[in-house]
């Protein structure tokens, strides 16, 4: 009788939405820049572009009509940082994460990665109901260029997409093949 009531215990706490992580994934082309990144297959894509920003929005809902989204990764990148801040790209990035860590409850934080043509930290937060993780660059030597990149889903459903952001993480903003010659 102890192992049925544990056993009816253990299945009534797991969620009856629970889902599987995406398991196929497609190339992504992040225009105008020719950019790759990956996402699941069944997952929406939407362009969003300024005069000096550029945004992608992938996720898992249709976004169509200015819907909102639950689950998903946002990468904008913002060019000409000094003349439209006042600020460095690497200025603008620091400032962004200080304000971040006031307004949200701070997971956890990675030190300064050098990656070639940029420079990156992150930054995983709760806010509120959400769950983000913040991956922030701004340009090596000089480039003024700062990006944002911004996965996120609820708590909730967290365990099951941190996977699928952590491969969407890896992705490239420039094809610098297409700009060189």
């Not at 009788?1 to 190339?27: G, N, R, Y």
């Not at 934080?109 to 913040?134: K, M, P, W």
Request: with cysteine; aromatic share 12%.
């Amino acid at each position: 009788m102890k192992t049925l009531i544990a056993l009816i215990t253990f299945l009534s706490a797991i969620p009856a939405f629970a889902e599987s992580p995406p398991t196929e994934f497609v190339t992504q082309v992040l225009e105008p820049t020719g950019g790759k990144i990956v996402r699941p297959k069944s997952w929406f894509y939407a362009e969003g572009h300024r005069e000096s920003m550029y945004m992608w929005t992938l996720s898992r809902e249709d976004m169509t009509g200015n819907r909102p989204y639950t689950t998903g990764v946002r990468i904008q990148t913002f060019v000409g940082v000094k003349d439209g801040t006042g600020k460095t790209a690497k200025e603008f990035i620091l400032d962004f994460v200080a304000a971040k860590k006031k307004s949200a409850q701070v997971l956890r934080s990675c030190a300064e990665q050098d990656q070639g043509l940029f420079t990156r930290i992150c930054l995983e937060t709760e806010e509120g109901s959400h769950r983000i993780l913040y991956s922030l660059f701004w340009g090596s030597s000089g480039l003024d260029i700062a990006v944002v990149s911004i996965a996120g889903t609820t708590k909730e459903l967290w365990p099951t997409f941190a996977p699928t952001f952590q491969k969407m993480g890896d992705f490239e903003l420039i094809d610098m093949k297409r700009f060189s010659n």
